[in-house]
């Protein structure tokens, strides 16, 4: 049954997994040494600026924590939004592997600057955690994004504060979409520190990627991050089959390609939803989720057709997620049930 669950219910992207098996030829050397991740780290480097250091890993739960270990000592702390996955989702790893997280109050998954700035406290403390990282995330748990002047500015005052910013990028290439820019204008222009760049949620089979922008910060990533990766398990052996994906995913405009389709099903869905009166949207869509409220008796019914998550309980707020694999007919099918519902209630 396909549905709108998650960008991760969906299969490998066909020209990914042409990927995979081509380079499932031969012998190739181990841990990262191969031609795939010397051909895909070029391609960071392209695409986020020639200073970038890529570290591959399994999952996008490893590539947050492993940046934030990289970036805090025991006795500092991470500003994050209170909706975000890093504190709801990660099973406290943050924490197990980093430092102590601090939760800032968002709107629509978005931290605003002022908010962050009333949430750093206690500098030079003894007693309290210093805040060392702001991590956001774009597009948001909410599918909304950060604008290019938001990012600057929360990288700004981070700096001007001592701070690092840390991107959950798990979805990245869909925020190019509503912002209509570069991966570098996004986030090594306006000042992002380090970048947890995904793939497993925009068509690729797994892999994750680390990336260390900036420039004052690669000498220490150099020294330290490979040992942090293989200490939490997360260096691949067979490294080529996740390089071979994100140098198919980036070397042309698949990856645009992908996020594009997404998109545009998502911008289907919600105008689809919103013409339904008994459902209202609940976020901004700007990326590849659409948020809404349907009332709770037809949701059992709409998901024996195609699955999805309730998002909150208390409201019946659901999330509907669009994916590469996404088809018009399933978003009219799905739209066609909740009109007969809305009809006949
Ligand atoms: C925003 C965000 N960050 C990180 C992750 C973690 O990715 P993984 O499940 O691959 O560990 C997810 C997964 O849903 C996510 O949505």
Redesign the pocket.
């Known amino acids: 049954m396909k549905g709108f669950g ?1 960008d ?1 219910h969906s299969g490998v992207h066909p020209e990914l997994l042409k990927a995979i098996v081509s380079a499932n030829t031969e012998h190739a050397p181990s841990y990262g040494t191969d031609e795939y991740s010397e051909k895909a780290i070029r391609l960071f480097k392209e695409k986020f600026g020639q200073q970038t250091e890529v570290f591959f890993v399994f ?4 590539a ?1 924590v492993l940046s934030l270990r990289f970036l805090t000592e025991r006795h500092e702390s991470i500003l994050c939004s209170d909706v975000s ?2 504190n709801l ?2 099973c406290g790893a943050p924490e197990f592997f980093a430092a102590k997280l601090i939760t800032v109050k968002s709107t629509e998954g978005k931290m605003s600057l002022a908010d962050l700035k009333a949430s750093l406290k206690r500098k030079g403390d003894q007693h309290y955690t210093q805040s060392r990282v702001v991590s956001l ?1 774009q597009p948001t ?1 909410l599918g909304t994004c950060y604008s290019l002047e938001e990012i600057r500015a929360i990288c700004q005052w981070a700096h001007s504060e001592g701070m690092r910013v840390h991107l ?1 990028g ?2 990245l290439t869909n925020a190019l979409i509503h912002l209509n820019c570069t991966f570098k204008e996004m986030t090594t222009d306006l000042g992002v520190d380090v970048v ?1 760049f ?1 793939g ?2 925009n068509g690729l089979m797994m892999g ?1 990627a680390i990336l260390v922008l900036s420039s004052d910060l690669i000498a220490e990533a150099k020294k330290k991050l490979k040992f942090i990766r293989k200490q939490a398990a997360q260096l691949p052996s067979k490294t080529r089959f996740i390089a071979c994906q994100f140098e198919r995913y980036l070397s042309s405009e698949l990856y645009l390609q992908i996020a594009q389709h997404s998109c545009s099903m998502a911008q289907k869905l919600f105008e689809g939803v919103s013409a339904v009166p008994q459902v209202k949207v609940t976020a901004t869509r700007q990326s590849n989720a659409v948020f809404a409220t349907i009332p709770k008796p037809w949701v059992k019914h709409l998901k024996e057709k195609y699955f999805f998550y309730v998002w909150d309980e208390s409201n019946f707020e659901c999330r509907l997620m669009t994916s590469w694999d996404t088809q018009p007919s399933e978003i009219d099918g799905f739209v066609n049930l909740l009109k007969q519902f809305s009809e006949t209630t």
């Open positions: 998650s991760n999952n996008g739960t490893a947050n996955h890093l989702d990660e995330t748990e959950d798990a979805r947890s995904g497993t949620k994750e």
